[in-house]
């Protein structure tokens, strides 16, 4: 029972990272009828990144916490203005095109910079070892995890519902040529959900470091999950990621010791029952 | 006969002449046979891609998957039952359509961007199953030992394959064969059909055609070819392993169809510049899928209907600027 309790625990913390990586690509989805299919090389840059602040600049893993959400969140601005904007208004394969040679660009670049060997990330001292109740242990660090994604998720949802930048994303999700019309400045709300979109991806990749370590390749896998995510929650939905990232990191945990050969397969199995029972997801519209 | 037939004959004897001379001066101008295998087997991939991408606009990123599990369905008829080559490929080809009838079956249920992401997530489960089941597919390792018998049916042994030069011979007659099959295809009221779909998807249905089946059927048709495109590739090499099935195929062989224009005769085109590009740039750059990063870009940006479409209003544009400039001569 303590085992199954364990890794219940386990997928929930893995399944907040997945939300964090799929939130941003389902609420630009909503904003834009845009897919970004180099979201997931920003998880893996997130990854590199922390690697590079805490160990080879050896700031420590705090500093990497600190700084990988706004660079990464700057840096996806940067090619928001330069480059994504300009493919709004394309058909969707040309979309496609560019942001998935966009994700290769960003791949070779991470393997050029850091090699294709997978790096170790340290788990940081003030978290390592496991905390106890009774019989029952657990690690720290993903204690942490689960708890610093549960207060961001909480963070998130008051910026979605409470704030005007919050209003702005859900009205513009709604009737976007409506707000254009009455004189909001639509590209800039892109912009800024863009940004934080990516940061949140990259963040989710600075907390899998320590736990999965960092190779280049776990950018398509990152972006292979949270595709199954949004279309299990339901594309533009926010607790549909939060619901599907859950459930996806549920399942696959607990199946890693009752069936572990299935505990990767049993995702897409899951995506495709969902599909055939609920086209637009768990909690999607239409 | 009136001039109008004589010259849509020439032109049609041209494009059917034009694939067997090119296939023949293929091994001439590479460096050797192994590259010119490379080219062909790839090619016959990347036509069952143009049938989904080109010809019905279904951009998937699940062809890895259907390579990947024909070259399994070749290793394993072809190592743990001893079969034939014919039965080693069919068996490739067999179990490229059933893989590509399931990512098609869920997949199409979606359209647009969502379609695609669904063709990528559902690929990701075959390269998983290969990962997992490691007593069937050698997972890391792969499978090895894959043979590359004579090609004989019964006791009749027709050409024996253990030369470079014959495998490419055979692998170039299964391309032009599955070549003129596709175009055989297209130019049916079937493929009529995909193409009325691709071009607009409400309008077919409204005229009364079963979208959904006729999508399925391309999908069906896309998975035996590129099926059979891995079980030529893994009898080739002799083994079957995971970076035959994983996402980074799927983008090989998309990116192949992408710069050949997803047209038939680019099918062959767009492996031969990858492929080149490849083997010319891995030497001075390691790195070089970065340069097909940003050719996709490029495309993206600034072809967005295609890249044969592209280069055809490129061409038109600089025609009427060299006629503007010849006039104000």
Known sequence: ?286 | MDRQATKQAGIRAVELLAMPIALILLPMVLPGYLQANEVVIYAIAVLGSALLFGYTGLMSFGQGAFYGMGAYGCGWVGTALGGSLPEMLLAGAALGTLSALIVGYFSIRQRGVYFVMLTLAFAQLFYFLAYSFRGLTGGDNGMTDIPRPPLSIGNLRFLNLDSPAAFYTFCAILFLLAYLAVRRIVQSPFGTTLIAIRENENRARAIGNEVMLFKLAAFAFSGFLTGLAGALHASFLGIASLTGIDLDMSQTILAMTIIGGGTLGGSLAGPLFYIVLSSWLSTIWPRWPMLIGFILIAIGLYCPDGLWEGLRSALRKAMRMGGARHVSN
């Open chain 1, 1 to 286: 029972m303590n085992l199954y309790l364990l890794q219940i625990m386990n997928g929930v913390g893995i399944g907040m990272l997945y939300f964090l990586i799929a939130v941003g690509l389902s609420v630009i989805f909503g904003l834009l009828r845009f897919v970004n299919f180099a979201h997931g090389a920003f998880f893996m840059m997130g990854a590199y990144l922390a690697y590079t602040v805490s160990v080879s600049f050896n700031w420590g893993f705090w500093a990497a916490l600190l700084v990988v959400p706004p660079v990464t969140f700057l840096l996806a601005i940067l090619l928001e203005q330069t480059l994504l904007r300009h493919a709004y208004h394309l058909p969707h394969t040309a979309q496609i095109l560019l942001t998935f040679g966009l994700s290769m660009v960003l791949q070779e670049l991470a393997i050029v910079i850091w090699g294709t060997d997978g790096l170790h990330m340290p788990t940081p001292g003030a978290l390592a070892g496991v905390v106890q109740w009774g019989s029952f242990i657990y690690p720290k660090y993903r204690l942490f995890v689960t708890g610093f994604t549960a207060v961001l998720a909480a963070l998130l949802w008051w910026l979605l519902e409470g704030t005007r930048l919050g209003s702005l994303v859900r009205a513009g999700s709604e009737y976007g040529d409506m707000m254009a019309l009455l004189g909001y400045d639509t590209r800039k709300v892109f912009m800024y959900v863009f940004g934080l979109g990516v940061a949140l991806a990259a963040l989710s990749g600075a907390l899998a470091a320590p736990l999965r370590g960092v190779e280049p390749f776990m950018g398509l896998t990152g972006l292979g999950i949270a595709f199954v995510v949004v279309v299990i929650g339901g594309m533009g939905s926010f607790p549909g990621a939060l619901i599907g990232g859950l459930l996806v990191g549920i399942l696959q945990s607990v199946l890693s010791s009752a069936w572990p050969e299935m505990a990767q397969p049993v995702i897409y199995i899951c995506m495709a029952v969902i599909l055939i029972a609920r086209p637009h997801g768990l909690m999607g519209r239409g």
